[in-house]
């Protein structure tokens, strides 16, 4: 297998992998009638079953609440205001689960259903235990079902889409593939729909390199929130933590299995004939990923170019105040912020990290060394504004 897919088997799963798919609504509900699709349902859940009698752990990440909600209410179209959709995605995320209990219950699989939002993700034990229910649902070969708790969930807390949620899922339960299930069989140098020359990528190893080559419209379907745009996020957030991406046509989840088929019989060479293959970067710690993807970020401090040497090198260091070259934002001590450097006129992020100090004390002792710190705040919780194990950096960080 090629040398930039990290591709070790989760701890989960001694004999297979673990996987995690996510379809979106336009693969659950008809974008026009509502009426459930009954068929592509019925093929995803044969489909999680022949994986699971390969040995395979399987969890799903599942939209179409929300479509469910319209057609049971009788609403010709997704409502404006948060309140409403709030309250439609309640009344379809029952249905939705009962739809899905009925279907797997066919072939004696029990399932269960996690609703998450941003917040249990950004609240460290809630993430633990998070990770901990995911973690022993599979061991009991159960199939959990994630869903964004979107009655409860407001805009400042919400992950904004399920590909971007199943990501961060796929991250919790060191999955081996996260599988996006789609209305297009891959990722296309141009929209297939329109440009007759547009040609599949199969394999993505540059994301950035992606993102400048391929023009991508943001919308997603009518009933969805999500879109090419919000696919390429989510591959950021998978690979970053030891996953592999792989996009492919929903309407064909039985795919899912002949692309594992092909992925078993590569040698040296990774060159997949279908989908589009995002590969996994070198796992990333868990908490370190937890601190880069999880949390919402409150502020940034920007630091000279010793501190950031010092941020930087493989035996690296907390980061101290006399590195500290200017505060930007509000913030509380505890909070996230963006670490940064300016390199050539232009502010370039470095990494993410947990703060010592509010942003009011970080202003008045930048610059300075640890030892006048006491005598400037009247006290002197710890000499880091940053301690090194609450710091993560970028992968590619400027030299």
């Not at 609403?75 to 739809?99: C, D, E, I, N, T």
């Not at 589009?276 to 937890?290: E, I, P």
Request: glycine share 8%; hydrophobic share 40%; aromatic share 4%.
């Amino acid at each position: 297998m090629d040398k930039d897919c990290h591709c070790s088997s989760s701890p989960l799963s001694k004999m297979g992998r673990v996987l995690v798919i996510k379809l979106g609504t336009s693969s659950i509900c008809d974008e026009t009638t509502f009426m459930p699709k009954l068929s592509n349902l019925s093929l995803l859940v044969e489909t999680v079953v022949h994986l699971r009698k390969q040995g395979h752990k399987v969890m799903l990440v599942s939209s179409g609440a929300v479509g469910v909600g319209l057609l049971r209410l009788g609403l010709p179209k997704r409502p404006k205001h948060l309140s409403q959709v709030q309250a439609v995605a309640a009344v379809g995320q029952g249905r939705l689960m009962a739809l899905y209990d009925s279907l797997f219950a066919n072939f004696q699989v029990p399932i269960a259903q996690i609703l998450l939002t941003r917040d249990n993700v950004a609240e460290r034990p809630q993430y633990l235990n998070a990770c901990n229910t995911l973690k022993e649902l599979l061991q009991m070969d159960v199939v959990p079902i994630i869903n964004e708790n979107d009655s409860v969930s407001s805009s400042e807390i919400r992950f904004g889409d399920n590909d971007s949620l199943s990501a961060i899922a796929a991250g919790m339960v060191k999955a081996d593939y996260l599988f996006l299930l789609t209305d297009v069989p891959a990722l296309f140098t141009a929209n297939p729909r329109t440009n007759p020359d547009a040609k599949p990528i199969r394999v993505v190893r540059d994301i950035d390199q992606i993102k400048q080559e391929v023009q991508f419209q943001s919308a997603g379907s009518s009933l969805g929130t999500g879109g090419m745009v919000t696919k390429l996020i989510a591959a950021e957030l998978a690979t970053a933590t030891g996953v592999n991406m792989i996009i492919t046509i929903g309407t064909e989840p039985q795919k899912i299995i002949k692309i594992l088929d092909e992925i078993s019989g590569f040698g040296e060479s990774y060159e997949p004939t279908m989908g589009t293959h995002f590969l996994a970067k070198k796992r990333m710690d868990n908490k370190q990923w937890w601190i880069m993807h999880g949390l919402a970020t409150h502020g940034t401090l920007l630091i000279d170019d010793g501190a950031t040497r010092a941020i930087t090198k493989q035996q690296r260091s907390s980061l101290f105040a006399a590195g500290i070259r200017e505060v930007i934002g509000q913030f509380s001590a505890q909070q996230c912020v963006k670490i940064a450097t300016m390199k050539d006129g232009v502010q370039v992020e470095l990494g993410r990290g947990l703060t010592n100090y509010g942003s009011i004390e970080i202003q008045r002792i930048k610059g300075c060394q640890s030892s006048e710190i006491a005598d400037i705040l009247g006290y002197m919780d710890t000499e880091h504004v940053i301690s090194r194990d609450n710091l993560a950096l970028l992968r590619q960080t400027p030299q």
